[in-house]
Each structure stands twice: as C-alpha cells, then as structure tokens.
C-alpha cells in the first residue's frame, strides 16, 4: 500500500494563512492565488488499499481554485475536489465470490479550518471538513452505493491526517520565528 499526502504543501498553507487571520479583501485575493498556484494538483493518492469492499485506489485532486475567509478566531480554506476511486470489489455471483472492477468519480468542496493560537509562539490547530455526496460505484453495470462506506473511510483517515499536518504546521511555524 502506498500513500502520499502533501502535508509540507498544507504547511505551507496553514503558514500563509496563520499570519493573515484578520485579513482584508486584498489580502485574502492574495492568499487564495497564492494557495491555488502552490498546493500541487494531485492532493491525496492511495493504492490497492484493503476495505470492507475489497481494494480501492483512491485519487484526490483539485477541482479549482482556492477561497479564503476569516472570523475573529479562525481562517477557513475553501477547494473544491475532484475524488476517483476505482478498484476491485468482492461479490458473490452463483455461489461464487468474484472481484468486479468498479469506479466511481464525484466533486466535493472541502475546508481547512485553521486555529492559529497566539501565545509566546505561535501554533495553531486545524481540521478538515470533507462531505460526501450521495455516490454509487458503477462495478460493470451493478450500482453499489457507497457514501457510507466512503464516509467511515475519511472518519478513520481524518484524525491521521489533522495530526500529522497540525504537526508539521507548528513545526514550520517555529522555523519561522512566529
């Protein structure tokens, strides 16, 4: 199995975006090109993952460009994402259990929602919002609905991925003196 997330690239944002909470409209137009010029078009990719289904390949990419808002205590990243997930799905056929190829393609908007937490150093916390909409597997013509599983799937990764970014964020912050 093999996974790749960016988390210097979500450092990067997070950074870009922790020094700019109260923000005004230049900047924030500022923030958003740079993050939709810098965060790599390819996300999140995973392959020949084990799953309730059998193996999947997940691929995450950006489906266009990034929007940012602030409030008086968080910074909120808005991208649209393009989810494919493809693989090889188990199912009983005459008795037979038989893999099937199956796929699937939606788009889905997502946030990172950062905390930055001013104190003698700066750190900041975030989390990642990523909804599901209702989605089959088309698996050779059998239709297989799959927005549950997908969403116990994010349920599992979602803490491994905040954590692992929450550090690196705070890392990064601290290399630049903030």
């Known amino acids: 199995?093999?996974?790749?997330?960016?988390?210097?690239?979500?450092?990067?944002?997070?950074?870009?975006?922790?020094?700019?909470?109260?923000?005004?409209?230049?900047?924030?137009?500022?923030?958003?090109?740079?993050?939709?010029?810098?965060?790599?078009?390819?996300?999140?990719?995973?392959?020949?993952?084990?799953?309730?289904?059998?193996?999947?390949?997940?691929?995450?990419?950006?489906?266009?460009?990034?929007?940012?808002?602030?409030?008086?205590?968080?910074?909120?990243?808005?991208?649209?994402?393009?989810?494919?997930?493809?693989?090889?799905?188990?199912?009983?056929?005459?008795?037979?259990?038989?893999?099937?190829?199956?796929e699937t393609e939606f788009e889905t908007p997502s946030e990172i929602v950062f905390k930055p937490l001013f104190a003698e150093s700066l750190s900041s916390e975030l989390e990642m919002l990523i909804p599901i909409p209702q989605t089959e597997l088309n698996c050779q013509g059998l239709k297989l609905p799959i927005k549950s599983a997908l969403e116990q799937l994010i349920a599992k990764e979602k803490p491994n991925w905040e954590a692992e970014a929450t550090v690196e964020l705070n890392k990064r912050l601290a290399e630049l003196g903030l």
């Not at 205590?73 to 693989?87: D, M």
Request: neutral net charge; hydrophobic residues 45%.
């Open 1 to 102: 199995m093999k996974i790749t997330f960016p988390v210097p690239t979500i450092v990067m944002l997070a950074t870009l975006l922790s020094t700019a909470a109260h923000a005004d409209n230049a900047l924030n137009m500022l923030l958003e090109r740079a993050v939709s010029k810098q965060l790599p078009h390819v996300l999140f990719a995973a392959k020949d993952v084990p799953w309730e289904y059998g193996h999947y390949n997940l691929h995450i990419a950006k489906a266009g460009e990034a929007d940012i808002s602030s409030a008086s205590e968080t910074i909120t990243a808005h991208l649209p994402l393009k989810v494919r997930l493809s693989g090889k799905v188990k199912q009983k056929l005459f008795g037979q259990e038989i893999d099937i190829a199956c």
